[in-house]
């Protein structure tokens, strides 16, 4: 079982970061857009349309892989007093009374909604020349699937948690730095940062 939850965990990490890619076209696309415009007085109508897409489908599609890593918002002052029981005790309900009916509904809306567009050729109305808008509504179903298939593992880890009183493990990726395994590594004191902060301090006081 925990091969199966961390090969789904790999998937979505897998996806989260091919398309976090879009995040450098969308730097550069926006950067040429703007010399384009305002330098070469050649804007492009279709532009903005192309900005909302790849802004759009970054987030969606980053989903499933924050999920998978346990990184969406919540309540963590209260949150983290509670036991690991507890703590799944708590979001199994929220995700058989929320998550699951809100996804289920996102993704079969979707489906629905995409093929309409493929259906009508459909194109941005924006501007006179919109791109077309299709390929970006394919981008809602396909996206609440991968999330629902990660929210499916994240309920079982619920239930094994429940049940040994520990979290499974997850899927390793990119993590906060740890400031006190920092300290240790470089050698360096609390101490030591309060004297470099006054020296700092003294430092502008005397400019």
């Not at 058989?96 to 109305?125: M, Q």
């Not at 609440?144 to 493990?169: D, H, K, M, S, Y």
Request: proline share 4%.
């Amino acid at each position: 079982m925990q091969k199966l939850l961390l090969f789904v965990d790999k998937l979505s990490t897998w996806v989260g970061q091919a398309f976090s890619w879009l995040i450098v076209a969308l730097t550069l696309h926006i950067t040429w857009e703007v010399f384009s415009r305002y330098v070469l007085d050649h804007p492009r109508a279709w532009a903005f349309d192309a900005m909302i897409m790849m802004y759009g489908t970054l987030f969606m599609m980053a989903g499933a892989y924050t999920l998978a890593k346990n990184s969406h918002v919540r309540g963590d002052v209260i949150y983290g007093y509670f036991t690991p029981r507890a703590q799944a005790i708590l979001d199994l309900t929220l995700y058989i009374v929320f998550f699951l009916p809100g996804i289920v509904a996102l993704t079969y809306a979707g489906y629905f909604y995409a093929a309409e567009s493929w259906a009508i050729d459909e194109h941005s109305n924006i501007t006179a020349e919109g791109p077309p808008v299709y390929p970006f509504k394919t981008v809602i179903p396909l996206a609440g699937a991968f999330v629902l298939v990660q929210g499916i593992v994240e309920i079982i880890r619920c239930i094994i948690c429940i049940r040994q009183g520990a979290w499974p493990t997850r899927e390793e990726d990119v993590q906060e730095v740890d400031v006190d395994k920092l300290k240790q590594e470089l050698h360096v004191k609390d101490e030591d940062i309060q004297k470099l902060d006054q020296y700092v301090v003294a430092k502008e006081r005397s400019k």
